[in-house]
DNA sequence: GCCAACGTTGGC
DNA sequence: GCCAACGTTGGC
C-alpha cells in the first residue's frame, strides 16, 4: 500500500491508537477491489512511502479487520467526499490495518530495482499508479531479506 | 513544480 | 459503447 508521507507516513500510522488505522481515501476502482476482495484479516502489507525521497518500503502492516464503507465519502467536509455515493449503495470500501514491523533503513525502491526475484513487481513497472498492488510470496520474502527482519 | 501516463466522466 | 476532455498520480 502506498502513501505520500506528507499526507500520512508510517509515523503517524505507529502514532495512532494501536497503531492501527483506516485506510481511507482510496478512489480508484481497482485498489478498492483489493480491499474489499482480496484482502484476509493477518494479511502482511508492505508501507510504500510515494511521491519523496527516498521512495521505499519503510515498514510492515497487517490488515486488522474485515472491509467495510470508507466513512469519509459520506462527510461533505472531507476532501475525499463522493457526492455519487450513498449509504445504501456505498461506492468506496476499505480496511483497517495494524502496524507491525519498521524497516530500518527503508528498503528503497532503486534497491528493489537492482533485486534479482523482485523484477516482476508492479511498483518498477513504468506509469504503475496503482496506489494498493498485490505482492508475491517470495516477493515479501526477498523484501525482508533486504530489510534484514524475519519475515513473519 | 512539471508533465507523461493513466483512470474516469459524460456527450454523443 | 466510443472517445475527447478532464482530473489525478507519482517519478523525476
Same mark, same amino acid.
Not at 88 to 107: A, G
Given at each position: 500500500?502506498?502513501?505520500?508521507?506528507?499526507?500520512?507516513?508510517?509515523?503517524?500510522?505507529?502514532?495512532?491508537?494501536?497503531?492501527?488505522?483506516?485506510? @481511507?481515501?482510496?478512489?480508484?476502482?481497482?485498489?478498492?477491489?483489493?480491499?474489499?476482495?482480496?484482502?484476509?484479516?493477518?494479511?502482511?502489507?508492505?508501507?510504500?512511502?510515494?511521491?519523496?525521497?527516498?521512495?521505499?518500503?519503510?515498514?510492515?502492516?497487517?490488515?486488522?479487520? @474485515?472491509?467495510?464503507?470508507?466513512?469519509?465519502?459520506?462527510?461533505?467536509?472531507?476532501?475525499?467526499?463522493?457526492?455519487?455515493?450513498?449509504?445504501?449503495?456505498?461506492?468506496?470500501?476499505?480496511?483497517?490495518?495494524?502496524?507491525?514491523?519498521?524497516?530500518?533503513?527503508?528498503?528503497?525502491?532503486?534497491?528493489?530495482?537492482?533485486?534479482?526475484?523482485? @523484477?516482476?513487481?508492479?511498483?518498477?513497472?513504468?506509469?504503475?499508479?496503482?496506489?494498493?498492488?498485490?505482492?508475491?510470496?517470495?516477493?515479501?520474502?526477498?523484501?525482508? @531479506?533486504?530489510?534484514?527482519?524475519?519475515?513473519?
Amino acid at each position: 500500500m502506498k502513501s505520500e508521507p506528507d499526507e500520512f507516513s508510517i509515523d503517524d500510522l505507529i502514532s495512532r491508537k494501536k497503531g492501527t488505522t483506516y485506510w @481511507e481515501g482510496i478512489r480508484n476502482y481497482q485498489a478498492r477491489n483489493f480491499m474489499r476482495d482480496e484482502m484476509q484479516i493477518g494479511d502482511g502489507v508492505l508501507f510504500y512511502h510515494s511521491r519523496t525521497r527516498p521512495l521505499a518500503v519503510v515498514g510492515t502492516m497487517n490488515v486488522a479487520g @474485515e472491509p467495510y464503507p470508507d466513512p469519509s465519502q459520506f462527510d461533505p467536509k472531507s476532501k475525499y467526499f463522493d457526492p455519487k455515493s450513498t449509504k445504501d449503495n456505498p461506492r468506496w470500501i476499505l480496511v483497517d490495518v495494524q502496524f507491525t514491523s519498521r524497516f530500518n533503513p527503508p528498503v528503497t525502491r532503486d534497491r528493489i530495482r537492482e533485486t534479482p526475484g523482485l @523484477e516482476d513487481m508492479m511498483l518498477l513497472k513504468k506509469g504503475s499508479r496503482l496506489s494498493i498492488q498485490p505482492v508475491a510470496e517470495q516477493e515479501w520474502k526477498i523484501i525482508h @531479506e533486504l530489510a534484514g527482519v524475519e519475515p513473519k
